[in-house]
């Protein structure tokens, strides 16, 4: 069985500085991870996947994520936010069949100018 | 492009009551699946289909059904609604993925359903 853990379920920061939003996984195989956002009263949308092919991943909009499996985290990270990075995160694990997915509980981010 | 398509965006239902929360998508993807979200909980899975005529429950499936006759479709049916069921309901979508699980894929999600029950 597989489960994420997000801490922190808001955080506030200023345009312009480093966003980093944390993510914990457990997972008994090697997982597949993803990081989606979700814009008000929107879906969901894929920032970006790790699939055992390289350990930091690059994603949309400036976003990057950094596997480390010594410490089972995939933690977010964007070096200067935007004021359109206002929207709810969530990171996702997938190491069962089928592509399910188990969700953290998200990551709300406001950014204030 | 259409994508994941969710009807109706809104609907708010009395206890006891039914109904469909329809789902289609253009994408010929095999794999359909019905989320939802309650705040501070993240996305819980209710059902999923790798296929047509396929369909298998997930985490939290009580009080709700599913059928998948077409590649295309996916309808969530809620019988009996409860106060509970108060949720925002997603509908995603994806292609096998590679590797044994077949789960390094992105999942396609549609706007979603706020449905209310009073």
């Known amino acids: 069985a597989q489960s994420v853990t997000q801490l922190g379920s808001h955080v506030s920061v200023s345009e312009g500085a480093l966003v980093l939003l944390r993510c914990n996984y457990s997972?008994?195989?090697?997982?597949?991870l993803f990081w989606y956002v979700q814009y008000p009263n929107q879906g969901l949308q894929l920032l970006l996947k790790?699939?055992?092919?390289?350990?930091l991943v690059k994603g949309i909009n400036g976003f990057e994520a950094e596997f480390k499996k010594s410490e089972t985290s995939f933690h977010l990270t964007k070096p200067s936010a935007h004021m359109s990075d206002a929207a709810e995160y969530f990171c996702?694990?997938?190491?069962?069949?089928?592509?399910?997915?188990?969700f953290g509980a998200g990551t709300q981010v406001v950014v204030t100018p | 492009n259409a994508g994941v398509t969710q009807t109706p965006k809104f609907r708010i239902l009395k206890i006891g009551q039914s109904m469909t929360l329809q789902c289609t998508q253009d994408?010929?993807?095999?794999?359909m699946y019905w989320y939802r979200q309650d705040p501070g909980m993240g996305l819980k899975l209710i059902y999923y289909?790798?296929?047509?005529?396929?369909?298998d429950k997930g985490e939290v499936p009580n009080g709700y059904n599913v059928s998948r006759s077409t590649t295309e479709d996916f309808p969530l049916r809620l019988e009996l609604a409860a106060p509970s069921q108060t949720s925002v309901y997603f509908c995603?979508?994806?292609?096998?993925?590679?590797?044994?699980?077949?789960?390094?894929?992105?999942?396609?999600f549609g706007q979603g359903t706020r449905l209310t029950v009073v």
């Open positions: 994408m010929n993807h095999n794999y």
């Open positions: 790790y699939t055992s092919a390289a350990t």
């Open positions: 995603a979508s994806s292609r096998p993925g590679q590797g044994p699980s077949q789960s390094n894929t992105e999942a396609f």
């Open positions: 289909s790798v296929g047509a005529g396929i369909t």
């Open positions: 996702a694990v997938s190491a069962d069949s089928w592509g399910k997915l188990q």
């Open positions: 997972s008994s195989v090697p997982p597949y």
